[in-house]
Nanobody
Framework: QVQLVESGGGLVQPGGSLRLSCAAS????????MGWYRQAPGEQRELVAR???????NYADSVKGRFTVSRDNAKNTMYLQMNSLKSEDTAVYYC?????????WGQGTQVTVSS
């Protein structure tokens, strides 16, 4: 059984920070490209950041310099460190694991940036 479980979301003030985690099970984690996606109310789901093995990363232009994606293959966990948060970062953040045409999604975790 494949499971991707996000955690770490919550309410934060503009300029604040959060760290999201995605814990994976049921896959050979180190072989998968992992990614964070987000979906704001009324909008399409968009890519935030991706990380391969070993540590190649890509970011959406809107989060470059503010967000950092990382992974710990020994823990089967991907992280997203989010700094200098803006109201436009408010969304449900989803974890995705990809290998070729095979992919899995987590359940999402809510991030709300508001004063």
């Amino acid at each position: 059984q494949v499971q991707l479980v996000e955690s770490g979301g919550g309410l934060v003030q503009p300029g604040g920070s959060l760290r999201l985690s995605c814990a994976a099970s049921g896959i050979t984690f180190s072989l998968y490209t992992m990614g964070w996606y987000r979906q704001a109310p009324g909008e399409q789901r968009e890519l935030v950041a991706r990380i391969t093995t070993p540590d190649s990363t890509n970011y959406a232009d809107s989060v470059k310099g503010r967000f950092t994606v990382s992974r710990d293959n020994a823990k089967n966990t991907m992280y997203l460190q989010m700094n200098s948060l803006k109201s436009e970062d408010t969304a449900v953040y989803y974890c995705k694991a990809e290998l070729g045409l095979k992919w899995y999604w987590g359940q999402g975790t809510q991030v709300t940036v508001s004063s």
